[in-house]
């Protein structure tokens, strides 16, 4: 089975635990904090036909953020790792801030957030991953975010 079919078929709970594993592997994001400005900067960035207005769950963010993540070769053993290894024995419920840090550290990973001369946020791609529209998809997921209880 594909990475790519792992992730989909994961439950939320799974796809929480498998990308805040991830984000807290890493080092620290230089923009953590989804900002109104933030959020502008997001929004023009995936402006287009397939933006969806379709509210996303926790569960469908966590998802999308490890589909751009399994896009990367280099990733796609760490993520498999994390799905198939044991789930740790104690593992709270993540709040919404700490699903949408791992999402902008996810996104840091291909785009590079920078302020304007005017301080505006600016989004560079840096790294373009192999399918453009995972990084649209998580960005249109991020922008509809509803957090689910």
Do not use: C, Y
């Not at 939320?12 to 953590?32: K, S, Y």
């Not at 902008?104 to 192999?130: A, Y």
């Not at 960005?139 to 689910?148: A, E, G, Y």
């Amino acid at each position: 089975m594909l990475i790519q079919d792992r992730i989909a078929s994961l439950d939320d709970a799974t796809a929480h635990r498998v990308l805040a594993t991830f984000a807290r592997a890493q080092a620290n994001p230089a923009e953590a904090t989804l900002t109104p400005e933030l959020r502008q900067a997001l929004r023009e960035f995936a402006t287009g036909p397939e933006v969806a207005a379709v509210p996303a769950g926790d569960g469908d963010l966590a998802r999308a953020a490890l589909l751009l993540l399994a896009d990367d070769p280099q990733q796609q053993p760490i993520l498999t790792a994390l799905i198939e290894g044991p789930a740790p024995t104690k593992f709270g419920v993540l709040e919404t801030t700490a699903v949408v840090t791992a999402v902008l550290l996810v996104l840091q990973t291909h785009v590079r957030f920078e302020r304007d001369k005017d301080g505006r946020w600016l989004l560079k791609i840096e790294k373009k991953p192999t399918d453009n529209s995972l990084l649209k998809i998580l960005v249109q997921k991020l922008l509809s975010f509803s957090p689910t209880k």
